[in-house]
């Protein structure tokens, strides 16, 4: 198992930017792709990115299409959410999860019930 840890969060207001970052504990990080889950209030959640483990396969939802980038550097066991143009209805706690090893189809990555070993969350709030 791995373990993670989102941070970057914060106050932004609309059409800023953050970056968010997902490190991760253990020699395994690099088996595992991750996905970025937005957990917005009254909302299904829902799964903003994810990347495969070697990085060269990126899915996203397509409201985020263009403005948002998912990547990883295995050396750091770290994964990034780097967003811009923030929406205020994109308010909400972001979080890291890992996917099971192997896993590199588009509808099982996009499936936020593919994913484990999710961290605390951060806490993104777009003003208006």
């Known amino acids: 198992q791995v373990q993670l840890v989102e941070s970057g969060g914060g106050l932004v207001q609309a059409g800023g930017s953050l970056r968010l970052s997902c490190a991760a504990s253990g020699s395994t990080f690099s088996r595992y792709p991750i996905g970025w889950l937005r957990q917005v209030p009254g909302k299904e959640r829902e799964i903003v990115a994810a990347i495969t483990d070697s990085g060269n396969t990126k899915y996203y939802r397509d409201s985020v299409k263009g403005r948002i980038t998912i990547s990883r550097d295995n050396g750091k066991n770290t994964v990034y959410l780097q967003m811009l143009r923030l929406k205020p209805e994109e308010t909400g706690v972001y979080y890291c999860?890992?996917?099971?090893?192997?896993?590199?189809?588009?509808?099982?990555?996009?499936?936020?019930?593919?994913?484990?070993?999710w961290g605390q969350g951060t806490q993104v709030t777009v003003s208006a």
């Open positions: 999860g890992a996917a099971p090893m192997g896993t590199v189809h588009r509808v099982a990555l996009v499936n936020w019930k593919m994913y484990s070993s």
